[in-house]
């Protein structure tokens, strides 16, 4: 955690950055992005994977857990979908 004097000049350094090189901060920004879409289809393959062995596991609660993750990671996605594609 930054002290405020810290967080102030980090502040400073990023406003600074934005204003003389935007094409940086917006190529650091989608990199950003697609890191963030690729972490969340990776989360949604590894859950529709673990759900029939949670069913067999775990029974219907279980599936059905698994089932409002991938819901949620859907939601997630469609939420996200312009700003990492």
């Not at 000049?9 to 600074?16: G, K, N, S, T, V």
């Not at 992005?33 to 062995?53: K, V």
């Not at 949670?54 to 939601?75: R, W």
């Amino acid at each position: 955690m930054l002290s405020k004097e810290d967080q102030r000049r980090f502040d400073q350094i990023i406003r600074h950055l934005r204003e003389s090189d935007p094409n940086f901060v917006a190529r650091l920004s989608r990199r950003a992005q697609a890191r963030r879409g690729r972490i969340l289809i990776l989360l949604a393959i590894a859950l529709w994977a673990s759900l029939p062995a949670a069913a067999v596991i775990g029974g219907p609660p279980a599936a059905a857990v698994c089932g409002v993750l991938i819901a949620a990671n859907a939601m997630f996605m469609w939420r996200f979908r312009r700003r990492w594609s």
